[in-house]
């Protein structure tokens, strides 16, 4: 079977995630700045080949002064580290729709293996006869095996920042001709 080529539709698609902060409540943000590749053998993704690189110093989580807190050595040090990469090792089919994609990921140099579920939404054709997959992406990392360690300590116990990192995404892909 032939091998499909699908690139990132950036203008429908998203990342984002959430930590626990003052062990109350969750802080959201996103990446404004990733694209994603993937190859497949037609329209099937059961053995996807998939790559998605991300800008840390697109982080935006709605307040200036912590993003640029979240650029700096203390958090991702875009700096020194200007990609975050994804590249998938292996993908397992849960259900119909529903897949395990694991993968390596790699923040400030360090390389962990990770996985992510998958909700394949389907494939449709747009008004321009563009044809696209649709996928709802969910997964779990702890950022200090990233070595991202900042934290501090809170006078009432306990500490201002969780270590488990929930990831989120809703991604769109285009067939490449």
Do not use: C
Request: no cysteine.
């Amino acid at each position: 079977m032939a091998t499909t080529k699908w690139s990132l539709d950036p203008t429908h698609s998203e990342l984002g995630f959430k930590i626990k902060h003052l062990m109350i409540s969750n802080v959201t943000g996103k990446f404004t700045e990733f694209e994603a590749e993937a190859e497949t053998e037609g329209d099937d993704f059961t053995n996807a080949k998939v790559v998605a690189n991300i800008n840390p110093a697109s982080i935006d989580t709605s307040n200036e002064q912590r993003d640029e807190h979240l650029r700096n050595a203390d958090f991702f040090a875009t700096d020194l580290h200007p990609t975050m990469k994804f590249v998938s090792t292996k993908v397992e089919r849960v259900d119909d729709e529903t897949f395990n994609l694991y993968g390596d990921l790699t923040i400030k140099e360090t390389t962990k293996p990770v996985k992510l579920s998958v909700e394949h939404n389907g494939i449709a054709t747009d008004p321009w006869g563009n044809v696209k997959a649709g996928f709802s992406i969910s997964g779990k990392i702890n950022r200090k095996d990233w070595g991202i360690n900042y934290n501090a300590a809170l006078e009432t116990g306990g500490v201002m920042l969780g270590e488990e990192l929930k990831l989120q995404g809703e991604i769109q892909l285009v067939k490449q001709a």
